[in-house]
């Protein structure tokens, strides 16, 4: 009986372990190609296996581009927001997030750099269930900012009045900018000046330093 049921549990940790893979291959894909240009027939070539075995663990291309969406967020979750959060409330945050950001970037974790970057330019202007999941996410993660900005100021880490609103948009606008800008020309040196104007903003307290690694 025993022998059985972890028969039948090791077919379902390999078939999760392959489309966790899969997902992978697919989110690294849509960086370069986009979220559009994602289909069964493409990954199948890239990663080398038949159209079959994708179409066994996502049925539409849909599908497939919502789970590419959510493997891309639990990256950036682990990659991103766990360090911030993992750092004092407040400022440190602030300081954390960004650096972590970076650090994504530099890692080249993606060949496009920031998944959902490119995704919310490319989805942007395309209505439905993806371009809704990738929204969700970016309102999240300025969100997440946001509420280190707020305590950051109730902590009187920030000058009294600091608008957390506009903080959070100004500083995932520097992200922005550096994930563009280093995909663009790939120089370390653009991240190296975005951590120094991050820790300009945030004054002397966010502990900025010269360079990186």
Known sequence: ???????????????????????RAAASLATVDGLE????????????ISKSGLYAHFG?????QLAT????????????VQP??????????????????FDHLQRRTFPGGCFF?????EMGTRPGPVKERVAAFQSGFVALIRGFAATALEQNELPAG????????ELNGIILAADTNFVLHGDAAVLDMARQIVHRRLGPGSGGNAGHG
């Open 84 to 101: 911030a959060l993992a750092a004092p409330p407040g400022l440190a945050q602030l300081v954390a997030v960004c650096e972590a950001f």
């Open 69 to 80: 969406v959510e493997e891309a967020g639990r990256i950036f979750a682990e990659e991103v």
């Open 1 to 23: 009986m025993n022998q059985h049921s972890r028969a039948r549990r090791r077919p379902r940790a390999d078939g999760r372990h392959t489309r966790d893979a899969i997902l």
């Open 37 to 48: 240009g994602l289909s069964i027939g493409n990954l199948a070539t890239a990663i080398g």
């Open 162 to 169: 600091e608008d957390p609103d506009q903080l959070a948009f």
């Open 60 to 64: 539409s291309k849909q599908e497939l």
């Open 117 to 121: 970057a490119s995704a919310a330019l």
